[in-house]
């Protein structure tokens, strides 16, 4: 049994069939079919477009706010303290110790004599009773 699918068509037919397909005229698409076209596209971009610019409208506003709320929860006023703290109340004091501490190490690097060595430490010492906070009695490391 033999069908028409069994056979292949041969060049001369399958260029005939294509000469007669080229042949046929257009189809005019419906005149509305274009309007239905860009009236769905539209709606498919305004939906895209609607929640992008509520979302971004919401994320300004919430910055806007809160940076409002920062620069408002600000107190800019400025308070002199009442007591003067004793760290600022002993600079000069602790400024000389620290030049006295470095002159001391300095001068037992270099293996100054005893002598001069004590009278810094004299010195030192009295430096330390003028401060109101314990300094300890070893020379602090610069």
Known sequence: MTTDFDKLPTAAERQQVSAYLHGLPDAEPPAALQRRVLSVAWANSQRWRTPRVATWAGVMVAAGLSAVALFAARDNRVIAPEVTPPAYANAPAQAQLR??????????QRGAEQGHVAVLWAEREAVVMQLDSPIPAAPVRM
């Open 99 to 108: 030049a006295l501490d470095r002159e001391l190490q300095m001068a037992l």
